[in-house]
T-cell receptor, first 113, second 113 residues
């Protein structure tokens, strides 16, 4: 089945630790995105990538880093510089076609202890 | 930053009633307005979308209306069902080269049986 997978579903980390969230898609989509969702709030864009080996900062990139070495993979690292990392993280992708929808993964809930 | 203001934050409707969610946006550069539905603990999924060449689009019990002069668009859920209980996000496209979206803050809808 085609789709987007995110792992793990739940993640716990101690303060001061970096952690990497996985996002893989087998939809052959060019563009991939990372969003952060806080309770009762909308989705805020962290980083996005429209092509392999290229990515751009979104609205809240501070404290995060990404890589795009393969078309199907777009991992997000939450660094210790992110002051309030506890949130629900969503990965999405879409083909580079005008007016095409973004497909979302199931999300990873990160909790900092 | 392109803004999308969504209201209300939450609403409760009786089964069979009409749910109405409104969104207002700034600028009219890139007009593609999708609506996403999200169930608790899941990633959002595209519900319905409207493009700038139409003022209304209907898919089953869901209707989007678009008022370009007022820079507003809204979602109507007719004959609301308990299974419609979810969080709804409006969004707009914010770049011409790809499909980068800016999301509203979300509306939590509860349909009482």
């Amino acid at each position: 089945d085609g789709g987007i997978t995110q792992s793990p579903k739940y993640l716990f980390r101690k303060e001061g630790q970096n952690v990497t969230l996985s996002c893989e898609q087998n939809l052959n989509h060019d563009a991939m995105y990372w969003y952060r969702q806080d309770p009762g709030q909308g989705l805020r864009l962290i980083y996005y990538s429209q092509i392999v080996n290229d990515f751009q900062k979104g609205d809240i990139a501070e404290g995060y880093s990404v890589s795009r070495e393969k078309k199907e993979s777009f991992p997000l690292t939450v660094t210790s510089a992110q002051k309030n990392p506890t949130a629900f993280y969503l990965c999405a992708s879409n083909p580079q076609v005008t007016y095409n929808e973004q497909f979302f993964g199931p999300g990873t809930r990160l909790t900092v202890l | 930053q392109q803004q999308v203001k969504q209201s209300p934050q939450s609403l409760i409707v009786q089964k069979g009633g009409i749910s109405i969610i409104n969104c207002a946006y700034e600028n009219t550069a890139f007009d593609y307005f999708p609506w996403y539905q999200q169930f608790p603990g899941k990633g959002p999924a595209l519900l319905i979308a409207i493009r700038p060449d139409v003022s209304e689009k209907k898919e089953g019990r869901f209707t989007i209306s678009f008022n370009k002069s007022a820079k507003q668009f809204s979602l109507h859920i007719m004959d609301s069902q308990p299974g419609d209980s979810a969080t709804y996000f409006c969004a707009r496209r914010t770049d011409c080269a790809g499909n980068k979206l800016t999301f509203g803050g979300g509306t939590r809808v509860l349909v009482k049986p």
